[in-house]
């Protein structure tokens, strides 16, 4: 299982799903994933293989993390199997909780 967290909020918990690993890259699926932090950011990114990412802030506590996190909305095929699955920064993160991941 993991459990990532910002400010003591859970932000994803793969209790009932399995994040795919990407590049070293969990990538939660959407039913794992608490949007009521989460807001969209203007910031994008591109990759050559994966496509264009979008990203999501986080509000917590009055407080904004900036882009903490971000998805392909409209991967390239060959990432098609992270369609709006989210990924997480470690370093902008309180703690993966319970897992097998470092930093």
Same mark, same amino acid.
């Given at each position: 299982?993991?459990?990532?967290?910002?400010?003591?909020?859970?932000?994803?918990?793969?209790?009932?799903?399995?994040?795919?690993?990407?590049?070293?890259?969990?990538?939660?699926?959407?039913?794992?994933?608490?949007?009521?932090?989460?807001?969209?950011?203007?910031?994008?990114?591109?990759?050559?293989?994966?496509?264009? $990412?979008?990203?999501?802030? $986080?509000?917590?506590?009055?407080?904004?993390?900036?882009?903490? $996190?971000?998805?392909?909305?409209?991967?390239?095929?060959?990432?098609?199997?992270?369609?709006?699955?989210?990924?997480?920064?470690?370093?902008?993160?309180?703690?993966?909780?319970?897992?097998?991941?470092?930093?």
């Amino acid at each position: 299982m993991v459990k990532v967290t910002c400010k003591d909020e859970t932000l994803a918990d793969s209790e009932n799903s399995s994040p795919v690993v990407v590049e070293g890259n969990y990538y939660f699926p959407p039913e794992s994933v608490n949007k009521s932090f989460l807001i969209p950011s203007d910031t994008t990114t591109e990759c050559p293989w994966k496509g264009t $990412a979008s990203y999501y802030s $986080a509000q917590i506590h009055g407080e904004t993390v900036k882009d903490i $996190a971000w998805y392909y909305a409209n991967p390239k095929p060959k990432a098609s199997h992270i369609k709006d699955h989210v990924a997480f920064y470690k370093a902008r993160l309180s703690s993966w909780g319970s897992s097998p991941l470092t930093s």
